[in-house]
């Protein structure tokens, strides 16, 4: 018989993900099993906190993923918003809401999934919840991390004449959702496999972001969860800024080109308006180009000038404009994911 | 035409939240707007986390609560488990998952509920995150508190000999919900309206568990959640420890009195089983009790003893025996609430 949530009771389970789960760790004084979790503080420091969200059927469609990539990813894209604000993974939390029916095989798949996200990023299990939802699975993700007090990157730092900068390829995550929505789970092992693991287990860029903040390189700084049509947007509002992109800089894989050129649409707009690649945008200023370069090596990721900060923002201004390689302004259709 | 949160969007509701519940705190740089919330870490003390989510349908139903009812309750519960650890709140982070057509004053109302119970027990509203489900409201609640670092109570320093302890009064929201679940709204206005807003306003134990801690008095502590029954026997486990508890030295309301009597059933055996109370269990040593007395007064609470740890824990050992007024043992039959 198959062991289910329900079979096991809620004490049990809890003891069996404490027992597997909890890592001896300096600054973690207490894991799982009390009522909150201890850790220590480290003087002058500043401490960063985010809470995310998956809930299956919106976030996550459970045929088109495993219990460990989708622990995986829920980690990821927690620690994602850490490395966006120049921070160091510390600590997470989670709370998982599921039907009593789950079997126990899919929590401790999904535990070992954002364990070994956790090892790989430096966080580790601090404590969670469980609860019952029926119908869905639903994972809530809080990460902890850090920071010099005086290094943490903002979204509102962003100045008119900056260089605008992305980490890695973008348009993967949406390329990789559309595979999966033509070809199921099979998509995982077919020709956009690349872009299908980018989608499932998104790979915060920790390094990229520390060693930005602490070189004092970036000027503003944020992931992109929602599509850099609406992610740009949102930090030029939070600065105070207008900026152009040049849709033909924006770094796309060849997998990319080729889904463009057999479906007929333009690569660089798919990438502006796909959601979910969890890469980093910056700005920064264009005398600091040659150490974003050097950060870059450093932190083994390729970096991209993608546009610039064009001035001061306002009533009537432009905002965010995408133009194409004869400088001519193109209108993006569907800009990014929103969530009502 | 009301307003719902699929017609204002997510940016609107975010950037509407982050100006209506955003408050100055020498603690918090950065709240709502970012990618992650900064705060100050205080050197040498511990920072305690905790996260909790309630379930529209499973932790609670719409139509026998009000969404600021609903506010209070969900960081409630969360600064609870601060309480318990003998901390002072310091912030919390928000995840709301809702349906689209959810009314905007729905949130609005859950929101200033949150808020007023920050500022009822000191802690601020440091970030969130929103996301769409079909169906159903989900609130999932991460509250930080901090305390000195060596003055946190844990579930497992209770020690035979030790005495039992609680705060306030059992049972009270367990009451509460069976009035609920007999007269619906009606109810928060009823003969029993003093259980129904334990167990729609559950008021975390702050002040005596922080006094309790800091003065070094309480060996075990924890808050009851689940109802006494299982509470208690997880404290236990955690310590090694046995435990007997008088049935009829459990602090029970006037109400509850009047309630069991009309219904034939024992007041403090549905206390011991009900739970929700999220008052504080703590053992301390019998030396002790004058101090804890003196901390109840300060605290302005009833601190009530109700038993005793009465020997090591092991295999085939008792665990905790619930003796009524002539010291024979009484078997819960339901012994709280468990989550699957």
Not at 250 to 259: E, G, K
């Amino acid at each position: 018989m198959t062991k289910t949530i329900h079979s096991i009771g809620e004490d049990a389970l809890v003891a069996s993900l404490a027992r597997g789960y909890s890592r001896p760790n300096a600054r973690l004084i207490k894991g799982m099993g009390d009522d909150a979790s201890v850790t220590i503080q480290a003087a002058g420091r500043a401490l960063l906190a985010t809470t995310d969200v998956l809930i299956e059927g919106i976030h996550f469609i459970k045929a088109h993923t495993t219990p460990y990539l989708l622990g995986r990813k829920a980690l990821g894209v927690s620690l994602s918003d850490i490395a966006a604000m120049g921070g160091r993974p510390l600590f997470h939390l989670v709370s998982i809401a599921m039907p009593p029916e789950t079997p126990k095989a899919f929590v401790n798949g999904l535990y070992k999934g954002m364990d070994a996200a956790g090892q790989d990023y430096g966080s580790c299990l601090a404590g969670g919840n469980t609860a019952r939802l029926p119908g869905r699975v639903m994972v809530s993700t809080t990460a902890f991390g850090e920071a010099a007090a005086g290094r943490v990157i903002y979204r509102n730092g962003a100045r008119p004449g900056d260089v605008i900068y992305v980490t890695g390829l973008l348009g993967q995550s949406a390329l990789g959702m559309e595979a999966l929505k033509t070809s199921g789970a099979a998509a995982i092992r077919g020709r956009f496999k690349e872009a299908v693991k980018r989608h499932l287990d998104p790979a915060p860029r920790i390094a990229a972001g520390a060693t930005l903040a602490s070189g004092g390189l970036a000027t503003a700084m944020m992931d992109l969860s929602d599509g850099l049509g609406i992610d740009l947007r949102r930090m030029c509002e939070a600065s105070g800024v207008t900026a152009e992109v040049e849709l033909e800089k924006i770094p796309v894989s060849a997998a990319l080109r080729r889904y463009a050129r057999d479906n007929r649409v333009s690569a660089s707009v798919f990438a502006a308006s796909g959601g979910e690649d969890y890469e980093l945008l910056f700005t920064s200023p264009p005398g600091r180009a040659k150490a974003v370069a050097t950060a870059a090596k450093r932190a083994k990721i390729t970096i991209t000038p993608i546009g610039r900060v064009t001035g001061k923002g306002g009533k009537g201004r432009p905002g965010v404009v995408f133009v194409n390689a004869d400088g001519r302004a193109v209108r993006l259709k569907k800009a990014g994911f929103q969530h009502f």
